[in-house]
């Protein structure tokens, strides 16, 4: 009963009101449950036995085989890099119910490159992987099943197979996560908005986010000088520049936005490109990139 309790967690990830079916293969349960067109499929060596049966029928699961897509293709990535990754990026995506459109992640696989990208029109986030991989590919994914697959990911690979009729499998360790391709809802053209820098500066991460911690405000100042001051109406902190231009910039941040970034990096040194005070600034860390526009300061 403990096992039959975790597959149904796993299944209410989906949603708690999605459709609930099982049928049998080679005499093996299937469990699934559906919500709009996005499926939780958890292959599994149960039988159909008394016990398991009473179970069926209390949760209201329908006994029925809904056609899966057919499979056309596939690649293997680390569920590790897939779940630190999506740390990084998936913040980025639009909270507004309204944007259905900036709810989702695009994926971009090329050259043994597995790149995602998130936006809610302020920000971007932009990070990526290697995966042995030349295959040539984009997709665009609804963030909460990419948020399902993250807190899903453990050890080992994980499988994506790319299905009949524009879906995508996210298969892990007998757990597999199918919802639709959304290409074709117009993701932003993001290469052609991306800043172009000539100025930075070099600080510790850990520094940076020790002074965010202790602002109070949401916007906050940014001031480059001898060192980056951070401000807010309450509070004035410095922290060390340990390269880069010293030349004078002031601009207004979101703090959430700025926390969301550091939070989720390395225990290293970070990199912030920047021009003036209008323009968006971009911290980098690795292949880690994160364009957040100014806000406005008196």
Known sequence: MKDLNKILKILNKISKDSKKFYY????????????????????????????ITKFLDYYEFKQESEQIPEFESSLFIEQNDLKSTLKRVLPACSKDETRKFLQTCKLEITNNNFRLIATDGYRIHIDEFYCDSKMERELVIDKKILNIIKTT??????????????????????????????????FLEYKKIMPDYNKFIEIDRNDFFEALKKIVMDTIVLEIKENLIISDEILKLEVPILNGDSNHLKIGICKKFLMDVIKNLKDNKIKIEFTNGVTPITIIQDNFYSVIGPRRID
Do not use: A, R
């Open 24 to 51: 049998l293969e080679n005499d093996k349960i299937l469990f699934v449950s559906k919500n709009d067109n996005n499926y939780c499929v958890i292959s599994s060596d149960l039988e159909l036995t008394e016990e």
């Open 153 to 186: 990911c453990k050890k080992g690979n994980l499988e994506i197979k790319f299905l009949k009729n524009n879906f995508v499998e996210f298969k892990i360790d007998g757990i597999s996560f199918i919802c639709p391709d959304q290409t074709d809802n117009n």
